[in-house]
């Protein structure tokens, strides 16, 4: 069974500090392609797929993938994104970054959340 844990996220060629918990979201759109002789049930048909990853983890200041994830964010680049499974497959892609709040309690750690949207395939390796 894979453990969440052993899942890594990288930017470009390097690890994400800090990260802790990662969701890959993938999806895709349906197409109605119902008639009159579907016999009363609708037909449908995958149309366009689009993914995206949204993580959190602890803000490591000068972790050089987030400050990389900074620098896109700020010039409004695209990022080299990919997620590393427990038996050593990889998901792969390009992303833009849609949202990247940081959130800094009084009495606790600060932490980053991030959302990726995928612009173009994610590819499983």
């Not at 050089?64 to 700020?74: C, K, P, S, V």
């Not at 990889?90 to 309690?105: A, N, R, S, V």
């Amino acid at each position: 069974m894979a453990k969440g844990i052993d899942f890594i996220i990288k930017i470009g060629s390097k690890v994400l500090g800090g990260q802790r918990g990662a969701t890959l979201n993938r999806s895709a759109s349906v197409i109605d392609t119902t008639t009159k002789l579907s016999e009363g049930w609708k037909e449908n048909e995958a149309s366009l797929k689009e993914w995206s990853i949204s993580a959190d983890g602890l803000l490591v200041e000068d972790d050089a993938a987030y400050l990389d994830l900074e620098t896109a964010f700020i010039q409004g680049d695209t990022v080299e994104v990919e997620i590393l499974t427990s038996t050593g497959s990889k998901y792969k892609g390009t992303c833009i970054i849609t949202d990247f709040p940081l959130e800094m309690p009084y009495d606790d750690n600060v932490t980053y959340s991030l959302t990726l949207q995928g612009t173009g395939p994610i590819v499983k390796e």
